[in-house]
């Protein structure tokens, strides 16, 4: 049968390799991988079925073995460059069914390791994996795979900026239907009809639009209100090619805006460039925050401003299309950044009271500094009444 792989045979092993040394440097016989992205980034496996369990078995010298539901079995064979699979059943229980699997292919006694920080490792499956494999020891497999994903291949740049291009035409379309009597969810409708279109796949997570003073509450999304006549909208855009992201927010005014509206676009556009700026090979993590913080400090609007600068990006199911828990840019954090690194920089300013007002942009570490990839202008987008067709028109 036809191959969906997104990568070559030779790039999914040398991903194995760097992760099998690793093991083997840590005294660890089988790595279980529950996440997802990583299940995906080393096998090529991929479901929207993930809220049901499946695993990847990584032994340190030899192939691994998929644990896939019953469901998912056609994927086995279409889906994955990994030749090795094993069923559970609906009737089974996925972490006896996986405890069975461990014995059965490396026996007892071995050092296994868990993802226990991520989402798919609740811990009555861990209590469960443990009680079945008491002859063995189990260990904190987290960050194993991550430390690898950080860096990205030529072949994974390239589905990053195909998605941050995506991902500025959806919005681009959703900021030029901007128009008094519009709801948010028909703004939502043109993200996602010119995303889509760009060739985005469903993206880790879904576009925030948010009017007035809802645009000052932290992920919000469209519901349904009515933008109005003065409004800001708030609007954070990502694409996703082979789960790869690309990400942006801009802000757009409706009509007439205020002086102040506009001053505090002004100091978060200055507060993205600076961190961009501030980018290259061996910069620390602090460094390229307090780059960005101190601008939107000094110009008094360090309240607003409540979490880190910004976190890598990459391989992404949803919930979410960040890779935080890889590496962030956060106050007094000295880790160093490196060529073919992504980050999303999200200087952002959440005033529930007034408005909220965030933009952000998708770059990547290069050689010798910084390269921004979403493509959109960096500045308060201003929608003046008469560019606009007649209130609550079709978003079509």
């Not at 994996?129 to 795979?145: C, R, Y």
């Not at 279109?197 to 509450?217: F, H, N, T």
Request: net charge negative; with cysteine.
């Amino acid at each position: 049968m036809d191959s969906f792989l997104p990568f070559s045979l030779d790039e999914y092993r040398a991903r194995l390799h760097q992760v099998q040394a690793s093991l083997s440097e840590r005294g660890i016989n089988v790595l279980l991988v529950s996440s997802p992205e990583n299940n995906f980034y080393l096998s090529g496996f991929q479901t929207t079925g993930y809220y049901m369990y499946q695993g990847l078995l990584v032994p340190a010298n030899d192939d691994p073995v998929l644990i896939v539901r019953s469901l998912e079995q056609t994927l086995l064979s279409t889906g994955t460059w990994i030749a090795d699979g094993e069923v559970y059943r609906d009737t089974d229980d996925p972490a006896e069914f996986a405890a069975r699997v461990i014995q059965e292919r490396f026996g007892n006694g071995i050092t296994i390791a868990v993802e226990e920080t991520g989402f798919f490792m609740p811990v009555a499956f861990q209590r469960t994996l443990t009680a079945s494999l008491s002859g063995s020891t189990i260990v904190d497999g987290s960050g194993i795979v991550d430390a690898v994903r950080m860096i990205k291949s030529e072949r994974e740049l390239d589905y990053i900026r195909r998605a941050a291009s995506a991902a500025s035409l959806g919005m681009a379309a959703g900021i030029e239907r901007i128009e008094p009597g519009i709801t948010e969810n028909q703004l939502a409708a043109a993200v996602y009809g010119a995303l889509l279109p760009a060739g985005s796949e469903y993206p880790g997570d879904q576009p925030y639009v948010a009017a007035g003073k809802r645009s000052g509450l932290a992920h919000a999304t469209w519901s349904n209100a009515v933008v109005q006549d003065g409004d800001i909208v708030f609007f954070e855009v990502g694409g996703s090619i082979n789960r790869y992201a690309g990400a942006h927010m801009r802000v757009a005014a409706c009509g007439e805006t205020s002086p102040e509206a506009e001053r505090r676009a002004g100091v978060v556009a200055d507060a993205l460039t600076a961190a961009i700026d501030a980018i290259k090979p061996g910069a620390r993590s602090g460094d390229v925050d307090a780059a960005c913080r101190g601008v939107i400090e000094k110009a008094g609007y360090g309240q607003y401003f409540r979490h880190r600068t910004g976190y890598s990006l990459g391989l992404a199911f949803p919930p979410g299309w960040g890779e935080g828990h890889i590496f962030d840019l956060k106050p007094e954090d000295d880790r160093e950044l490196r060529p073919n690194t992504v980050f999303h920089l999200v200087p952002i300013l959440h005033d529930p009271d007034n408005f909220g007002i965030g933009m952000s942009e998708t770059v990547l570490v290069t050689e010798t500094g910084c390269e921004a990839l979403t493509r959109y202008p960096r500045e308060l987008a201003l929608r003046p009444l008469d560019d606009h067709a007649a209130p609550g028109a079709d978003a079509s």
